[in-house]
T-cell receptor, first 109, second 113 residues
Framework: QQPVQSPQAVILREGEDAVINCSSS?????VHWYRQKHGEAPVFLMI?????EQKGHEKISASFNEKKQQSSLYLTASQLSYSGTYFC??????????FGKGTRLSVIA | KAGVTQTPRYLIKTRGQQVTLSCSPI?????VSWYQQTPGQGLQFLFE???????NKGNFPGRFSGRQFSNSRSEMNVSTLELGDSALYLC????????????FGPGTRLLVL
């Protein structure tokens, strides 16, 4: 079951914050976040495991609510380099990652 | 370490033809997964190989097949190409099978005319 991401697209000015959500109808073991810039391959940002804590990567952090099968990606003080499409990938036990349709983030000056 | 490599990077085919795409994983990675990416659909899982065995398969027709060799390199084949097969095909490698972190290659962009 493909996770649902929201919003589908967001436009930010430099320095603004954003939240991207990912929800699944299945019990999750892990949530993975990736960013893909135009014409490039998706790049791994972070993984959140069941029972784990919130993780951070520079000014990008994420949380995982196991009970609600939801994860949120937080981008603070956005920079132009944050532009791209963000994907969440979810796994339930020993299953392959299933990715959402992505959230297109555009940061403008 | 060298990243995941895919060949060719671009391909143009006509309907009815077949195509083979190649993927070399990161050294030491034993699992290779394939994804199809089209606008608006995100990353659609095709299949996953580990130790030369297909471990999981996505919801794609039998025209899509793959294999993995003893050196973990993988190939994906699409027979009887259709216009709708035009997409970016991404290969990803990971240390183990299942929900492990995927490291993606640059992809092969296939255009079917």
């Amino acid at each position: 079951q493909q996770p649902v991401q929201s919003p589908q697209a967001v436009i930010l000015r430099e320095g603004e914050d954003a939240v991207i959500n990912c929800s699944s109808s299945k019990a999750l073991y892990s949530v993975h976040w990736y960013r893909q810039k135009h014409g490039e391959a998706p790049v791994f940002l972070m993984i959140l495991l069941k029972g784990g804590e919130q993780k951070g990567h520079e000014k990008i952090s994420a949380s995982f609510n196991e009970k609600k099968q939801q994860s949120s990606l937080y981008l603070t003080a956005s920079q132009l380099s944050y532009s791209g499409t963000y994907f969440c990938g979810t796994a339930s036990g020993n299953t392959p990652l299933v990715f959402g349709k992505g959230t297109r983030l555009s940061v403008i000056a | 370490k060298a990243g995941v490599t895919q060949t060719p990077r671009y391909l143009i085919k006509t309907r009815g033809q077949q195509v083979t795409l190649s993927c070399s994983p990161i050294s030491g990675h034993r699992s290779v997964s394939w994804y199809q990416q089209t606008p608006g659909q995100g990353l659609q899982f095709l299949f996953e190989y580990f130790s030369e065995t297909q471990r999981n398969k996505g919801n794609f027709p039998g025209r899509f097949s793959g294999r993995q060799f003893s050196n973990s390199r993988s190939e994906m084949n699409v027979s009887t190409l259709e216009l709708g097969d035009s997409a970016l095909y991404l290969c990803a490698s990971s240390l183990a099978q299942g929900g492990e972190t995927q490291y993606f290659g640059p992809g092969t962009r296939l255009l079917v005319l």
